[in-house]
């Protein structure tokens, strides 16, 4: 089959309308019936039913709308990547919601200008439904997914962040004044709960403003909380799904700028990693010296603020080192 085949056969798909379907492709209708006719003698199949008043999907015709509209989709993309890949100043495009990259851009990009194989960082501020469909057409190489809200069949993937949930009801809400929820608790609300129901809505500011009116109850990856209007109320799930901040770019794709971004990442999130669990360990070794030291030494509050550092006053400081793992997208050249 020609690609020039499967874009006559989409058309009429969408159209259900031969005669629509050749004043979209800007060509007459008999050259696309006679087309579309060639393309099931050699298939061998029938793909449209002509028999009522109006043509409609044949089985054989449903499976290859579905296939033609990978395969178009795909030629599309292959297009526009090719002409990206061939400017003069090579960029790398970065697509997120706002508020969707976990709190972790604003180090990444900072280390990112040290990798040897940076580029320029164009980013691409984008509703939910659009990071997806940046990276299937070509027109974003790499974006900030959130799973399991999103799909992530046909990317490769490394995950950044887990964050837990919270449920965000205005302030006259029972719940919210309280510490935490459950969801069987959120169930049981007399207000509808998202996204269990109305799963179709996708826009943020929509979705809040029903939140705002007392129709909704949005539960949501606690990162919202960063960017959460005055009106509102966040309150954690405990039991609530988590929720998974990865960086997502197409399978198969080779490029060290891509490569070197997804590295810088991971190495920062181990960073980040290694200093909360050296902050953490630090804490515990306060609480359980306090009590044990010879009199006159004490152990300095600094331990809570650096990556396993701590101090003795009378004494000097330690450090714990720490390390990252990655693993790269496709390696190779590009």
């Given at each position: ?207 809040m403003q029903l939140v705002a009116l007392g129709r909704l109850i949005a539960v949501v990856p606690e990162s919202v909380r960063d960017h959460l209007r005055r009106d509102l109320v966040c309150v954690p799930v405990l039991d609530g799904a988590p ?92």
């Amino acid at each position: 089959m020609e690609t020039r085949e499967l874009a006559y056969f989409a058309a009429v798909a969408e159209e259900l309308h031969f005669g629509r379907a050749a004043a979209r492709l800007g060509m007459a209708q008999p050259p696309l019936s006679r087309a579309i006719q060639k393309l099931e003698r050699r298939l061998g199949v029938t793909l449209f039913d002509r028999s009522g008043r109006r043509i409609s999907l044949t089985p054989a015709g449903e499976v290859l709308a579905r296939e033609a509209a990978k395969v178009l989709d795909a030629v599309a993309a292959a297009t526009v990547r090719t002409q990206r890949a061939g400017r003069a100043v090579p960029r790398l495009v970065v697509a997120m919601k706002a508020g969707g990259d976990g709190g972790l851009l604003p180090e990444i990009l900072a280390a990112y200008r040290a990798h040897p194989d940076a580029v320029e960082v164009d980013l691409v501020l984008c509703a939910v439904t659009e990071r997806a469909r940046m990276l299937r057409d070509g027109t974003a190489d790499v974006a900030f997914l959130h799973s399991p809200y999103e799909d992530l069949a046909g990317f490769d993937s490394e995950p950044l962040r887990e964050e837990g949930s919270v449920a965000i009801v205005p302030p006259g809400h029972r719940l919210s004044g309280r510490p935490f929820v459950r969801l069987a608790e959120l169930e049981e609300d007399s207000t509808p709960c998202w996204p269990g129901q109305r799963p179709e809505l996708h826009d943020p500011s929509m979705l809040m403003q029903l939140v705002a009116l007392g129709r909704l109850i949005a539960v949501v990856p606690e990162s919202v909380r960063d960017h959460l209007r005055r009106d509102l109320v966040c309150v954690p799930v405990l039991d609530g799904a988590p929720t998974t901040v990865v960086l997502a770019w197409p399978e198969g794709v080779r490029s060290r700028a891509l490569a070197g971004f997804v590295h810088t990442a991971t190495t920062v999130v181990a960073r980040n990693l290694a200093a909360a669990d050296g902050d953490h360990l630090g804490k515990t070794a306060i609480e359980e010296l306090s009590g044990s030291l010879p009199s006159g030494i004490s152990v300095s509050r600094s331990m809570q603020t650096g990556v396993g550092r701590h101090a003795v006053e009378r004494g000097g400081e330690g450090g714990v080192p720490g390390g990252a793992a990655h693993r790269e997208p496709g390696g190779g050249d590009g």
